[in-house]
């Protein structure tokens, strides 16, 4: 008699992963095409169906994992995922980190002679600061991470290592995000397309990195998600929906860059996810 797969392997199985993805994106871009027909007659309906196609990557993992291997394979990825004793460095790094990216690419922008707008948080402070937990809830970090982050990144970098299945991740993650390129209110629908493909590789990179070296938790590439949306909201680097205000933006993508090759060139092994401990020290 054949042995049975272990439930992790059957859960990081290729077509399991296949399985994910086309999950993901079927969800998400139902939900995106369906928004914007009913925008003119329903605008709250159709900002609800959006605000659901953001779930489509976290949903599709709780639903391969739960199938492939069981409410026991359920419990285990999600207390790999739900690993908290990772460090308050690193929580503090990943909440810091974007706002340091985008203070120092506004920062150059001045130096060169640039202005800024005004920042959107200017006079709404309270506001500002409540802004995070939204973002974190209904801004695509809870929405997305469990899915990219907590599955699909351990599954892809088994079999290619982490740097390569970091890029081909960010690939991806651009690719998902197509649709609002072509929906009206969105942040894509005024970034050129290629810059923001840019941005998402780097930053898929840059997240890889922070959950590998927290043992596979995705608690702090939540907060990292949710910082870099919210803090977008209050330090001006993001392109206006005229156009204007590209060239911010385009000192962050750079520095990014910049980081994210300093990172794949760094000897760093792909860690065994689920057994190796985090590590305590950015």
Known sequence: MARPTPPNEAVMAPAAVFMFFVLAFAWSWAFWWLAPLWKSDAPVTSSVLALLGGFGPSLAAVAVVAHQGGRGGLRRWLSRCLQWRVGWRWMALAFILPFAFMGLAAAAHVALGGTLPPSPAAGHILLAAANFGLVFLVGGPLGEEFGWRGYALPALQRRWGWRIASLVLGGAWTLWHVP???????????????????????????????????????????????????????????????????????????????????????????????????????
Do not use: C, E, K
């Not at 898929?204 to 939540?222: C, E, I, K, Q």
């Not at 998600?225 to 205000?245: F, Q, Y």
């Not at 750079?254 to 994210?260: D, H, I, N, S």
């Open 180 to 282: 609002l390129f072509y929906s009206t209110g969105t942040v894509q629908s005024h970034l050129p397309m290629g810059l923001f493909a840019l941005s998402a590789i780097a930053s898929s990179v840059l997240f890889a990195w922070l959950f590998n070296r927290t043992g596979g938790s995705v608690l702090p590439v939540l907060v990292l998600h949710t910082a870099v949306n919210a803090w977008s909201l209050v330090i001006p680097v993001m392109v206006r929906p005229d156009g204007s205000n590209l060239r911010p933006f385009q000192w962050v993508v750079g520095l990014l860059v910049v980081v994210a090759l300093l990172l794949l060139f760094r000897r760093d092994p792909t860690p065994q996810i689920g057994s190796a401990a985090p590590q305590t020290r950015p």
